[in-house]
């Protein structure tokens, strides 16, 4: 039993690390294709066409002189940041391996359960540092974020009732024979779009979006903390990517295939932040509650009447 567990904590030390690893190359990703977009080179300095610049960028986040706010509430300021980090790369326990590593029957649910505990850390850390700016920044974030998990949570809904489980696992049987993604087209653009507004990237990036909330609810943070900030971001972003290929075009982790469509949806993530105008905030409200709402709950009923009736 113990050698199973110190087993399974290696096995889950690096998974970690290779995810941080990832996270590294997609912001050199990122910042080569939004120079690119721009007609100039992204970073092509440090190593050979730049590939060290994200572990340059990493080192000088974390060697920054660190400083709190006076007015903060110190504890909290700390944690919020090393707590949102730790919710995401949590939510890695997900990824459906043959051999079971992780293979619980409720994926699903521990997914809802991760994703609504971040809507926390963000409030707190918009509150935390006691100033105006991050708090407001905080609230649209959670405003957003919130609605955003409701449409989430009704796809996800759906094909439970579709599949009979909550595993990733199954998944990835059911689609064998064709992905889901041609039955629910409409379900895959809804969910790429919420997955854009549940980790605040372009065009829905409304915590700093206004000239006057400059970064959000990480407005007050520098060094350690924002570099903690960005990698949870990061590396959500990388988790809807691969949740997205599981979900809708099937789920083969031991394919070459599998993680190459991952990376075209992680690219899709750039790519839009390159190229669409930020949204109005109303708008954005709009979408959720009386677009994407209605129609994934009729999918949802769809999905019941189609699992009844056959």
Avoid at 111 to 130: K, R
Avoid at 246 to 267: D, E, P, T
Wanted: proline letters at 3%; hydrophobic letters at 55%.
């Amino acid at each position: 039993m113990l050698k199973e567990l110190n087993m399974l904590m290696f096995v889950s030390l690096i998974l970690i690390i290779f995810v941080m690893i990832g996270v590294a190359f997609f912001t050199l990703l990122e910042r080569k294709v939004l120079g690119y977009i721009h007609l100039r080179k992204g970073p092509n300095k440090v190593g050979l066409m730049g590939t060290l610049q994200p572990f340059s960028d990493a080192i000088k986040l974390f060697c920054k002189e660190h400083f709190n706010p006076l007015t903060s509430n110190y504890l909290l300021y700390y944690v919020c940041p090393v707590f949102s980090l730790f919710l995401s790369l949590v939510l890695w326990m997900l990824m459906p391996y043959m051999s079971g590593l992780y293979n619980f029957k409720l994926g699903l649910f521990f997914l809802l359960v991760c994703t609504s505990m971040s809507v926390y850390t963000v409030m707190l850390a918009g509150w935390s540092s006691n100033s105006n700016y991050a708090l407001l920044g905080g609230l649209r974030a959670v405003a957003q974020t919130i609605s955003y998990e409701v449409s989430l949570a009704l796809i996800l809904l759906s094909f439970v009732f579709l599949i009979n489980s909550y595993s990733l696992l199954d998944f990835y049987y059911y689609q064998m024979g064709i992905w889901l993604f041609f039955f629910s087209m409409p379900l895959c653009n809804i969910w790429f779009i919420s997955c854009l507004a549940e980790t605040n990237r372009s065009p829905f990036d409304f915590t700093e979006g206004e000239s006057e909330l400059v970064s959000g609810f990480n407005v007050e943070y520098g060094g350690g903390g924002f570099a903690l900030i960005f990698l949870s971001e990061y590396s959500s972003i990388l988790f809807m990517s691969m949740l997205m290929c599981i979900i809708f075009l099937g789920s083969n982790l031991n394919s070459f295939m599998f993680y190459v469509k991952l990376i075209l949806i992680a690219f899709m993530f750039i790519w839009v932040r390159g190229t669409l105008p930020r949204y109005r905030y109303d708008k954005l409200m709009y979408l959720a509650w009386k677009s994407f709402l209605p129609l994934s709950l009729n999918f949802l009923f769809f999905y019941l009447g189609l699992k009844i009736f056959l």
